[in-house]
């Protein structure tokens, strides 16, 4: 972890009041690490953008008698261009599975994958979360085939 710098910024009051009560309701104990963790998304929104590498879970909920849907998303991760690292698959009951899905790859092809996936007719709910922590600038392209 590198060092901490202390800063002072100056905000209109009203905004102030407004992010504290934000933070207030997100259980943040002070400000600093709200303010650390916004300026930590805004990097991974850039880094998605400028296409840099990044990491990503999927998480889906799906239907698994929906036709020809299993075999539809284990085709996809096979053929993903990136890195599948893990794949967790739990069934939830009777028709409903949960699946996670741990990727690498370039920014716009994480989100590329996980839209398709995610539109799939049997897909019922699911989200991407990305990060960049643990990821250099350079890491996209170590995949070999
Ligand atoms: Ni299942």
């Known amino acids: 972890m590198s060092k901490l710098i202390r800063t002072g910024i100056s ?3 009203d905004l102030l009041e407004r992010f504290d009560r934000m933070i207030g ?3 943040y104990g002070n400000r600093s690490e709200a303010i650390r963790d916004l300026v930590r998304d805004h990097f991974v929104e850039q880094d998605v953008a400028s296409n840099r590498a990044v990491v990503g879970t ?3 909920v799906y239907d698994h008698h929906q036709p020809k849907l299993s075999e539809q998303l284990i085709d996809a991760q096979h053929n993903y261009r990136g890195k599948v690292l893990a794949t967790t698959h739990v ?7 949960l699946e996670v899905i741990i990727l690498k790859g370039r920014g716009m092809e994480v989100k590329k994958f996980a ?3 995610l539109s799939l007719k049997g897909v019922q709910h699911g989200k991407l979360v990305l990060t960049n922590a643990g990821v250099s600038p350079s890491s996209g392209h170590e995949h070999k085939h």
Do not use: I, M, P
């Open 11 to 13: 905000l209109e009051q």
């Open 25 to 27: 309701q997100k259980g």
């Open 58 to 60: 999927l998480t889906l």
């Open 91 to 97: 069934h939830l009951d009777h028709r409903n599975c």
């Open 115 to 117: 839209d398709r996936l």
